[in-house]
Protein backbone atom coordinates (compact mmCIF):
# COMPACT_ATOMS: atom_id res chain seq x y z
CA UNK A 1 0.00 0.00 0.00
CA UNK A 2 2.95 2.77 1.26
CA UNK A 3 4.85 1.50 -2.34
CA UNK A 4 1.59 1.84 -4.31
CA UNK A 5 1.58 5.23 -2.56
CA UNK A 6 4.99 6.32 -3.51
CA UNK A 7 4.62 5.61 -7.01
CA UNK A 8 1.26 7.92 -7.05
CA UNK A 9 3.22 10.61 -5.50
CA UNK A 10 6.65 10.39 -7.97
CA UNK A 11 4.67 10.02 -11.21
CA UNK A 12 2.74 13.33 -10.03
CA UNK A 13 5.38 15.46 -10.72
CA UNK A 14 4.87 14.25 -14.42
CA UNK A 15 1.45 16.12 -14.57
CA UNK A 16 2.52 18.93 -12.33
CA UNK A 17 5.58 19.93 -14.91
CA UNK A 18 2.88 20.13 -18.11
CA UNK A 19 0.59 21.70 -15.79
CA UNK A 20 3.16 24.71 -14.55
CA UNK A 21 4.21 24.84 -18.17
CA UNK A 22 0.92 25.16 -19.56
CA UNK A 23 0.09 27.78 -17.43
CA UNK A 24 3.47 29.83 -18.14
CA UNK A 25 1.08 30.68 -21.49
CA UNK A 26 -1.17 32.48 -19.57
CA UNK A 27 0.26 35.53 -17.36
CA UNK A 28 -3.01 37.10 -17.21
CA UNK A 29 -4.43 34.34 -15.32
CA UNK A 30 -1.75 33.91 -13.11
CA UNK A 31 -1.47 37.61 -12.36
CA UNK A 32 -5.43 37.67 -11.46
CA UNK A 33 -6.22 34.21 -10.07
CA UNK A 34 -2.86 33.33 -8.34
CA UNK A 35 -0.73 36.76 -7.67
CA UNK A 36 -3.30 38.91 -6.91
CA UNK A 37 -6.05 36.18 -5.72
CA UNK A 38 -4.76 32.99 -3.80
CA UNK A 39 -1.14 34.32 -3.19
CA UNK A 40 -2.08 36.56 -0.57
CA UNK A 41 -3.66 34.92 1.18
CA UNK A 42 -0.61 32.67 0.89
CA UNK A 43 1.49 34.61 2.09
CA UNK A 44 0.20 36.42 4.69
CA UNK A 45 -0.82 33.15 6.70
CA UNK A 46 2.96 32.36 6.74
CA UNK A 47 4.04 35.40 8.04
CA UNK A 48 1.09 35.71 10.83
CA UNK A 49 2.40 32.43 11.97
CA UNK A 50 6.07 32.46 11.14
CA UNK A 51 6.75 35.92 11.36
CA UNK A 52 6.87 36.94 15.13
CA UNK A 53 10.00 34.34 15.49
CA UNK A 54 13.16 36.12 15.90
CA UNK A 55 15.26 33.27 13.89
CA UNK A 56 14.37 31.82 10.38
CA UNK A 57 12.20 28.65 10.95
CA UNK A 58 13.09 28.30 7.43
CA UNK A 59 16.00 28.15 7.56
CA UNK A 60 16.06 25.22 10.44
CA UNK A 61 14.13 23.16 8.02
CA UNK A 62 16.47 23.64 5.53
CA UNK A 63 19.50 22.58 7.73
CA UNK A 64 16.91 19.47 9.43
CA UNK A 65 16.41 18.61 5.72
CA UNK A 66 20.16 18.54 4.14
CA UNK A 67 20.97 16.26 7.85
CA UNK A 68 18.34 13.83 6.85
CA UNK A 69 19.02 13.58 2.88
CA UNK A 70 22.64 12.94 3.98
CA UNK A 71 21.84 10.08 6.51
CA UNK A 72 18.83 8.86 4.26
CA UNK A 73 21.22 8.24 1.37
CA UNK A 74 24.07 6.77 3.96
CA UNK A 75 21.76 4.38 4.92
CA UNK A 76 20.20 3.83 1.37
CA UNK A 77 23.84 3.42 -0.33
CA UNK A 78 23.04 -0.35 -0.30
CA UNK A 79 19.82 -0.55 -1.53
CA UNK A 80 20.64 2.07 -4.63
CA UNK A 81 22.22 -1.19 -5.90
CA UNK A 82 20.19 -3.76 -4.75
CA UNK A 83 16.54 -1.85 -5.38
CA UNK A 84 17.62 0.98 -7.69
CA UNK A 85 13.75 1.13 -9.07
CA UNK A 86 12.30 1.72 -5.38
CA UNK A 87 15.27 3.88 -4.82
CA UNK A 88 14.99 6.48 -7.32
CA UNK A 89 10.39 6.14 -6.57
CA UNK A 90 11.91 7.21 -2.91
CA UNK A 91 13.46 10.20 -4.62
CA UNK A 92 11.20 11.55 -6.84
CA UNK A 93 8.17 11.07 -4.83
CA UNK A 94 9.79 13.48 -2.45
CA UNK A 95 10.68 15.68 -5.76
CA UNK A 96 7.03 15.70 -6.69
CA UNK A 97 5.76 16.91 -3.18
CA UNK A 98 8.37 20.20 -2.99
CA UNK A 99 7.97 20.96 -7.08
CA UNK A 100 4.24 20.53 -5.60
CA UNK A 101 4.65 22.78 -2.62
CA UNK A 102 6.91 25.76 -3.95
CA UNK A 103 5.05 26.33 -7.04
CA UNK A 104 1.78 26.83 -4.78
CA UNK A 105 3.11 28.72 -1.94
CA UNK A 106 5.32 31.06 -4.43
CA UNK A 107 6.93 29.66 -7.34
CA UNK A 108 4.13 30.34 -9.69
CA UNK A 109 4.98 34.10 -9.18
CA UNK A 110 7.56 33.51 -12.00
CA UNK A 111 4.96 33.36 -14.79
CA UNK A 112 2.36 36.47 -13.88
CA UNK A 113 2.53 39.65 -16.30
CA UNK A 114 5.77 41.55 -16.44
CA UNK A 115 5.46 44.53 -13.93
CA UNK A 116 6.59 47.01 -17.15
CA UNK A 117 2.78 45.82 -18.57
CA UNK A 118 1.15 46.19 -15.38
CA UNK A 119 2.58 49.59 -15.04
CA UNK A 120 2.55 50.89 -18.71
CA UNK A 121 5.91 51.04 -19.15
CA UNK A 122 7.88 50.50 -22.20
CA UNK A 123 10.75 47.87 -22.04
CA UNK A 124 13.28 49.64 -24.54
CA UNK A 125 15.02 52.95 -24.23
CA UNK A 126 17.62 54.70 -25.74
CA UNK A 127 21.25 55.91 -24.57
CA UNK A 128 19.75 59.28 -24.46
CA UNK A 129 16.76 58.47 -22.33
CA UNK A 130 19.57 56.61 -20.30
CA UNK A 131 21.82 59.32 -19.33
CA UNK A 132 18.86 61.94 -18.88
CA UNK A 133 17.41 59.41 -15.97
CA UNK A 134 20.81 58.67 -14.60
CA UNK A 135 22.06 62.62 -14.24
CA UNK A 136 18.93 62.64 -12.09
CA UNK A 137 19.67 59.89 -9.71
CA UNK A 138 22.82 61.57 -9.59
CA UNK A 139 21.37 64.61 -8.20
CA UNK A 140 19.68 63.31 -5.77
CA UNK A 141 22.32 60.95 -4.53
CA UNK A 142 25.24 63.70 -4.53
CA UNK A 143 22.19 66.12 -2.54
CA UNK A 144 21.34 63.54 -0.01
CA UNK A 145 24.86 62.44 0.57
CA UNK A 146 25.92 66.04 1.18
CA UNK A 147 23.23 66.16 3.33
CA UNK A 148 24.40 63.60 5.37
CA UNK A 149 28.15 63.79 5.26
CA UNK A 150 28.79 67.54 4.84
CA UNK A 151 31.50 65.96 2.46
CA UNK A 152 31.88 65.32 -0.78
CA UNK A 153 34.76 62.88 0.11
CA UNK A 154 33.43 60.81 3.21
CA UNK A 155 31.66 57.14 2.35
CA UNK A 156 28.13 57.59 4.43
CA UNK A 157 27.80 55.17 7.32
CA UNK A 158 24.31 54.00 8.18
CA UNK A 159 23.72 54.60 12.03
CA UNK A 160 21.13 51.79 12.45
CA UNK A 161 21.50 48.40 13.77
CA UNK A 162 20.37 45.67 11.25
CA UNK A 163 17.32 44.49 13.23
CA UNK A 164 16.71 48.25 13.00
CA UNK A 165 16.98 48.34 9.65
CA UNK A 166 13.99 45.42 9.10
CA UNK A 167 11.71 48.02 11.34
CA UNK A 168 12.28 51.29 9.35
CA UNK A 169 12.08 49.30 5.53
CA UNK A 170 8.34 48.65 6.41
CA UNK A 171 7.56 52.64 6.72
CA UNK A 172 9.10 52.85 3.26
CA UNK A 173 6.50 50.31 1.94
CA UNK A 174 3.93 52.12 3.94
CA UNK A 175 4.61 54.84 1.58
CA UNK A 176 4.84 53.42 -1.68
CA UNK A 177 1.22 51.58 -0.77
CA UNK A 178 -0.04 54.84 -1.14
CA UNK A 179 1.12 54.85 -4.87
CA UNK A 180 0.80 51.38 -5.18
CA UNK A 181 -1.97 50.00 -3.21
CA UNK A 182 -1.16 46.11 -3.89
CA UNK A 183 2.63 46.87 -2.08
CA UNK A 184 1.03 46.94 1.88
CA UNK A 185 2.94 44.81 3.25
CA UNK A 186 1.61 44.01 7.06
CA UNK A 187 2.95 41.81 8.60
CA UNK A 188 6.61 41.70 8.81
CA UNK A 189 8.96 38.00 8.03
CA UNK A 190 12.46 39.51 7.38
CA UNK A 191 14.60 37.91 9.17
CA UNK A 192 18.71 37.28 9.36
CA UNK A 193 19.49 34.17 7.64
CA UNK A 194 21.10 31.77 10.19
CA UNK A 195 23.52 30.33 6.91
CA UNK A 196 24.68 34.18 6.14
CA UNK A 197 28.58 32.70 6.20
CA UNK A 198 28.05 29.82 3.62
CA UNK A 199 25.28 32.47 1.88
CA UNK A 200 28.05 35.15 1.39
CA UNK A 201 30.87 32.85 0.31
CA UNK A 202 28.05 31.34 -2.69
CA UNK A 203 27.77 35.03 -3.44
CA UNK A 204 24.04 35.99 -2.44
CA UNK A 205 22.88 38.71 -0.12
CA UNK A 206 20.01 37.23 0.45
CA UNK A 207 17.05 34.73 -0.28
CA UNK A 208 13.24 34.07 0.05
CA UNK A 209 12.49 31.17 1.62
CA UNK A 210 9.66 29.83 -0.82
CA UNK A 211 8.23 27.72 1.34
CA UNK A 212 8.41 29.10 4.62
CA UNK A 213 7.62 33.09 3.05
CA UNK A 214 10.46 34.27 5.70
CA UNK A 215 12.39 36.92 3.51
CA UNK A 216 16.63 35.99 4.61
CA UNK A 217 19.28 38.49 4.51
CA UNK A 218 22.78 37.96 4.96
CA UNK A 219 23.40 39.32 8.36
CA UNK A 220 27.28 40.02 7.34
CA UNK A 221 27.00 42.29 4.10
CA UNK A 222 28.02 45.92 4.62
CA UNK A 223 25.04 47.60 6.55
CA UNK A 224 25.29 50.15 3.73
CA UNK A 225 23.65 47.04 1.65
CA UNK A 226 21.02 46.18 4.42
CA UNK A 227 18.09 48.67 3.42
CA UNK A 228 17.88 48.16 -0.16
CA UNK A 229 18.60 44.32 0.20
CA UNK A 230 15.75 43.96 3.03
CA UNK A 231 13.83 45.67 0.46
CA UNK A 232 14.00 43.39 -2.17
CA UNK A 233 13.73 40.07 -0.41
CA UNK A 234 10.51 41.89 0.83
CA UNK A 235 9.56 42.54 -2.72
CA UNK A 236 9.73 38.83 -3.93
CA UNK A 237 7.32 38.07 -0.07
CA UNK A 238 4.83 40.06 -2.17
CA UNK A 239 4.85 38.28 -4.91
CA UNK A 240 7.54 39.59 -7.59
CA UNK A 241 9.86 36.55 -8.38
CA UNK A 242 11.51 38.36 -11.13
CA UNK A 243 14.81 39.99 -10.17
CA UNK A 244 14.82 42.95 -12.37
CA UNK A 245 11.54 43.86 -10.57
CA UNK A 246 12.12 43.02 -7.10
CA UNK A 247 15.40 45.10 -7.53
CA UNK A 248 12.92 48.13 -8.78
CA UNK A 249 10.26 47.64 -6.45
CA UNK A 250 13.43 47.38 -3.30
CA UNK A 251 14.76 51.38 -5.30
CA UNK A 252 11.25 52.56 -4.96
CA UNK A 253 10.45 51.15 -1.54
CA UNK A 254 13.78 52.87 -0.16
CA UNK A 255 13.52 56.23 -1.98
CA UNK A 256 10.22 56.37 -0.66
CA UNK A 257 11.15 55.93 2.98
CA UNK A 258 11.12 58.84 5.23
CA UNK A 259 14.51 58.26 6.48
CA UNK A 260 17.51 60.06 4.71
CA UNK A 261 19.97 57.19 5.04
CA UNK A 262 17.18 55.24 3.32
CA UNK A 263 16.93 57.66 0.62
CA UNK A 264 20.34 58.20 0.25
CA UNK A 265 21.06 53.87 -0.36
CA UNK A 266 17.67 54.09 -2.55
CA UNK A 267 19.24 56.48 -5.12
CA UNK A 268 22.17 55.14 -4.59
CA UNK A 269 21.08 51.72 -5.72
CA UNK A 270 19.72 52.80 -8.60
CA UNK A 271 22.61 54.99 -9.69
CA UNK A 272 24.70 51.86 -9.80
CA UNK A 273 22.54 49.76 -11.73
CA UNK A 274 22.18 52.82 -14.36
CA UNK A 275 26.34 53.43 -14.28
CA UNK A 276 26.80 49.94 -15.14
CA UNK A 277 24.89 50.00 -18.36
CA UNK A 278 26.08 53.53 -19.34
CA UNK A 279 29.63 51.15 -18.83
CA UNK A 280 28.18 48.61 -20.97
CA UNK A 281 27.36 50.74 -23.88
CA UNK A 282 29.83 53.16 -23.98
CA UNK A 283 32.74 53.26 -21.75
CA UNK A 284 34.06 56.87 -22.71
CA UNK A 285 30.76 58.53 -21.84
CA UNK A 286 30.88 56.07 -18.36
CA UNK A 287 34.09 58.40 -17.35
CA UNK A 288 32.38 61.50 -18.10
CA UNK A 289 29.23 60.80 -16.42
CA UNK A 290 30.69 59.14 -13.26
CA UNK A 291 33.35 62.16 -12.65
CA UNK A 292 30.03 63.85 -11.20
CA UNK A 293 29.62 61.59 -8.67
CA UNK A 294 30.45 62.50 -5.20
CA UNK A 295 33.70 60.69 -4.47
CA UNK A 296 31.97 59.37 -1.28
CA UNK A 297 29.86 57.16 -3.28
CA UNK A 298 31.90 55.76 -5.14
CA UNK A 299 33.09 54.66 -1.49
CA UNK A 300 30.39 53.31 -0.86
CA UNK A 301 30.27 50.93 -3.90
CA UNK A 302 33.99 50.47 -3.38
CA UNK A 303 33.03 49.05 -0.04
CA UNK A 304 30.56 46.99 -1.07
CA UNK A 305 32.77 45.11 -3.96
CA UNK A 306 35.41 44.99 -1.75
CA UNK A 307 33.48 42.71 0.71
CA UNK A 308 32.59 41.06 -1.82
CA UNK A 309 35.77 39.78 -3.79
CA UNK A 310 36.97 39.39 0.08
CA UNK A 311 34.98 36.70 0.33
CA UNK A 312 35.18 35.31 -3.13
CA UNK A 313 35.82 31.52 -2.82
CA UNK A 314 36.50 28.75 -6.28
CA UNK A 315 32.85 27.48 -6.05
CA UNK A 316 30.88 30.17 -5.59
CA UNK A 317 30.28 30.30 -10.18
CA UNK A 318 29.34 27.11 -9.60
CA UNK A 319 26.65 28.48 -7.14
CA UNK A 320 25.70 31.68 -9.62
CA UNK A 321 25.60 29.05 -12.52
CA UNK A 322 23.23 26.90 -11.16
CA UNK A 323 21.35 29.86 -9.77
CA UNK A 324 20.99 31.48 -13.14
CA UNK A 325 19.63 28.08 -14.79
CA UNK A 326 16.86 28.02 -12.31
CA UNK A 327 16.06 31.02 -13.02
CA UNK A 328 15.81 30.14 -17.01
CA UNK A 329 13.94 26.96 -16.32
CA UNK A 330 11.23 29.63 -14.24
CA UNK A 331 11.09 32.01 -17.08
CA UNK A 332 13.98 34.50 -16.24
CA UNK A 333 15.15 33.80 -20.39
CA UNK A 334 18.25 35.56 -19.41
CA UNK A 335 18.90 33.73 -15.95
CA UNK A 336 21.47 36.28 -13.80
CA UNK A 337 21.70 38.53 -16.44
CA UNK A 338 18.03 39.58 -16.08
CA UNK A 339 19.23 41.41 -12.66
CA UNK A 340 20.58 44.63 -15.29
CA UNK A 341 16.68 44.92 -16.86
CA UNK A 342 15.78 47.07 -13.53
CA UNK A 343 17.35 49.73 -15.69
CA UNK A 344 14.54 49.56 -18.36
CA UNK A 345 12.01 50.49 -15.43
CA UNK A 346 14.07 52.51 -13.70
CA UNK A 347 14.82 54.76 -17.14
CA UNK A 348 11.24 54.82 -18.25
CA UNK A 349 9.87 54.71 -14.83
CA UNK A 350 11.18 57.98 -13.80
CA UNK A 351 11.81 59.45 -17.31
CA UNK A 352 8.94 61.90 -16.96
CA UNK A 353 8.63 61.93 -13.40
CA UNK A 354 10.48 64.47 -10.90
CA UNK A 355 12.54 62.58 -7.95
Not at 298 to 309: Q, S
Not at 312 to 333: D, I, R, V
Request: charged share 20%; aromatic share 18%; net charge positive.
Amino acid sequence: MLKNKKISIALLLIPQYIIVKWLAHYPEFIESYYSNGLYPYISKIFRYVLGWLPFSFGDLIYAFAIIYAIRWLYKNRKRLRKDTKQWFIDVFAVVSIFYFAFHLFWGLNYYRLPLHKNLNLKHDYTTEQLVSVTKKLIEKSNDHHLKITNNDTVKVDIPYSKSEVFEITKKGYDNLKQVFPHLEYKPKSVKKSLFSYPLTYMGFSGYLNPLTNEAQVDAIIPIYKFPTTTAHEIAHQLGYAAENEANFIGTLATINNDDIYFKYTGYTFGLRFCLNEIYRRDEALYETIVKTVNKGILKNYKEVRDFWETHQNPTEPLFKLFYSNFLKANSQEKGMESYSYVVALLVNYFENKSL
